[in-house]
């Protein structure tokens, strides 16, 4: 780790690894800090095209000299590797924020609650997607001329981006941006126009993936309650201002600014008067430090509930009713052709039994055509979402196995199992370490399924199968041995009632040893929430109607049951969401 000093900060420049690249950051030390107990840092997120060495200025216009600071380079960015504006995709950029957080915790033991957020355009969304997927209790997030909407200008460029990228998939475009067009500040023209690390390109992909992921966080910015400051330039050329809005009128938290900028352009933070957004900058900092923190909230979001209702509600227009009807014929007669649409309807799309065929991901089906609709069945967006769960899900796993001992026994249970592929795949590959799993299913079918799952795959380690409800208190007895990880994967978000899912918790609770951990998924929305409800059966031959809740509803009922979320990580399109807690 490099260092230089300056007056009241030692620079430092160091490198962090996320996603398997190693990332360039600097931080700002101050010569004289708070107590340990007490120490803050301020979290800074550049432009896109920009880097962290043009943060410099704004840690000392500031002036919190007490505190750190941080700012990296994104990848594709400055010293960060990748070819320059590219990332394989948005989510990366939000993961690589995610993982700064947490080696910033853990190599400078500060608390993410006591750390501020300061993030400019396309670092602004990134921000506010990773307040909303990963629901890390900060202290708060200033938000800069956020790009939830960029000017392309040029008539149908988003469709035809998607359409040339479908042939080219490294599409690149260059910015149209010139720096008077970002700032009326002749010095900070010139600063921009001559800096070497300012990469004019961004990849097309990119730029598609960050226009989805902003449309879905605007409309889903009620699941966010950190504290929020927007700042939005009244002559903005890069960006839309009405997005903005919207986001801030939607948002749920208690403390939350908006201040418009009549004569500002796109890059707020290097305008020529910068007097109004400093001074609004630093009461937005003093207060969020002298709040207490607010407690995560137990109870539903506005909104998550309005999702819910959305797919049960008849006050839908006459031509959408009548357009489900005729979905719905054509899966009763076309779909029975599909092996994969015959196995929902007869057990239920979110059975067991359905999982484990889209987990299996092969199309078959009856004739020629019955093969192709159950190929396009299993690349629908939700499956695809639910594939990369069971990836995710298994990565958990195999990241809490490695921190045991390896002659130690691990005890595992799986509370709603299904057919337990995800975890009975896993054990397959620790054939040469202990294991004592316990499946769970509320039905014996899918535990038959599971158990002949197991002896196919030759498994070494002893499993045992337990038909209950895993909303019942007594499915919770009291053992002799407690469960180093307990999984339950794929089953709150069929039901709207939290109080299912918190006597659920409590019982997980008693059966968890101490240290233990709790892998648990979620899925904070889904894009076809409503195609879903008036066309698909669920298990029960009824409506399948599911239940989105936010990440911090998720986490807040895990806390309430005594657990303390470690990750999470976000599947394809942010739909599906697998965490880590420990008891």
């Known amino acids: 780790m490099n260092a230089t000093s300056t007056s009241a900060w030692q620079s430092l420049e160091a490198g962090f690894v996320s996603e398997g690249e190693r990332l360039f950051y600097r931080a700002w030390q101050p010569l004289q800090e708070r107590s340990p107990s007490e120490r803050r840092a301020l979290i800074f997120l550049h432009r896109g095209h920009e880097h962290s060495g043009r943060i410099a200025p704004l840690v000392a216009q500031l002036g919190y000299e007490q505190d750190w600071a941080f700012a990296w380079d994104a990848r594709g960015h400055g010293y960060s590797p990748g070819e320059r504006g590219d990332a394989p995709d948005f989510g990366s950029l939000v993961r690589d924020l995610d993982n700064f957080i947490q080696h910033l915790a853990t190599t400078f033991q500060i608390k993410p609650e006591n750390m501020l957020l300061v993030a400019n355009s396309v670092g602004a969304v990134v921000a506010s997607t990773w307040l909303h997927d990963y629901a890390v209790p900060v202290r708060g997030l200033i938000m800069a001329a956020a790009a939830f909407d960029i000017n392309l200008y040029v008539p149908l460029a988003k469709p035809a981006l998607h359409f040339a990228t479908k042939f080219k998939p490294d599409l690149f475009v260059t910015s149209y941006i010139r720096s008077s067009m970002l700032t009326h500040c002749p010095e900070q023209a010139e600063l921009y126009d001559s800096d070497p690390l300012i990469a004019k390109a961004i990849s097309a992909r990119v730029l598609l993936d960050l226009a989805e992921t902003a449309k879905r966080i605007v409309h889903d910015a009620a699941a966010i309650d950190t504290p929020i400051l927007m700042l939005v330039a009244g002559r903005d050329l890069v960006v839309k201002t009405a997005p903005q809005l919207l986001f801030f009128q939607r948002l749920s938290s208690s403390l939350k600014r908006l201040v418009v900028l009549p004569d500002s352009f796109h890059a707020i933070l290097y305008e020529a008067d910068m007097q109004t957004p400093l001074h609004a900058m630093h009461d937005f900092i003093d207060d969020c430090f002298s709040l207490p923190l607010p407690a995560l909230p137990l109870l539903p979001h506005s909104l998550t509930l309005a999702s819910h209702a959305s797919g049960q509600s008849p006050l839908i227009p006459f031509?959408?009713?009548?357009?489900?009807?005729?979905?719905?014929?054509?899966?009763?007669?076309?779909?029975?052709?599909?092996?994969?649409?015959?196995?929902?309807?007869?057990?239920?799309?979110?059975?067991?039994?359905?999982?484990?065929?889209?987990?299996?991901?092969?199309?078959?089906?009856?004739?020629?055509?019955?093969?192709?609709?159950?190929?396009?069945?299993?690349?629908?967006?939700?499956?695809?979402?639910?594939?990369?769960?069971?990836?995710?899900?298994?990565?958990?796993?195999?990241?809490?196995?490695?921190?045991?001992?390896?002659?130690?026994?691990?005890?595992?249970?799986?509370?709603?199992?299904?057919?337990?592929?995800?975890?009975?795949?896993?054990?397959?590959?620790?054939?040469?370490?202990?294991?004592?799993?316990?499946?769970?299913?509320?039905?014996?079918?899918?535990?038959?399924?599971?158990?002949?799952?197991?002896?196919?795959?030759?498994?070494?380690?002893?499993?045992?199968?337990?038909?209950?409800?895993?909303?019942?208190?007594?499915?919770?007895?009291?053992?002799?041995?407690?469960?180093?990880?307990?999984?339950?994967?794929?089953?709150?978000?069929?039901?709207?009632?939290?109080?299912?899912?918190?006597?659920?918790?409590?019982?997980?609770?008693?059966?968890?040893?101490?240290?233990?951990?709790?892998?648990?998924?979620?899925?904070?929305?889904?894009?076809?929430?409503?195609?879903?409800?008036?066309?698909?059966?669920?298990?029960?031959?009824?409506?399948?109607?599911?239940?989105p809740r936010s990440q911090n509803e998720m986490d807040a009922l895990v806390r309430n049951a005594g657990g303390r979320k470690v990750s999470t990580r976000i599947g394809t399109k942010g739909i599906f969401t697998v965490s880590v807690a420990q008891f």
């Open 319 to 547: 031509w959408k009713k009548a357009a489900y009807i005729f979905q719905r014929l054509l899966l009763q007669k076309l779909g029975r052709l599909s092996c994969g649409m015959s196995i929902g309807l007869e057990h239920g799309f979110d059975s067991g039994k359905s999982l484990d065929y889209v987990y299996r991901n092969q199309p078959q089906g009856r004739f020629l055509i019955g093969k192709w609709i159950d190929s396009g069945y299993l690349q629908a967006i939700g499956w695809r979402g639910i594939r990369q769960r069971k990836i995710d899900l298994q990565h958990s796993l195999i990241t809490l196995i490695e921190q045991y001992p390896a002659e130690r026994p691990i005890r595992i249970l799986d509370v709603a199992a299904g057919s337990g592929r995800y975890v009975l795949e896993i054990l397959k590959r620790y054939q040469e370490r202990p294991f004592e799993l316990t499946l769970r299913d509320f039905q014996q079918q899918n535990l038959d399924d599971a158990q002949q799952l197991a002896l196919s795959l030759g498994l070494q380690s002893t499993v045992h199968y337990e038909q209950r409800d895993a909303f019942a208190p007594e499915s919770y007895p009291t053992l002799d041995q407690s469960f180093d990880i307990v999984i339950v994967s794929g089953l709150y978000e069929l039901f709207s009632d939290n109080r299912l899912i918190d006597r659920s918790l409590q019982g997980i609770r008693q059966q968890i040893a101490p240290g233990g951990y709790l892998v648990y998924t979620g899925q904070p929305w889904h894009p076809q929430l409503e195609l879903i409800a008036h066309t698909l059966n669920n298990h029960q031959g009824q409506p399948w109607v599911m239940r």
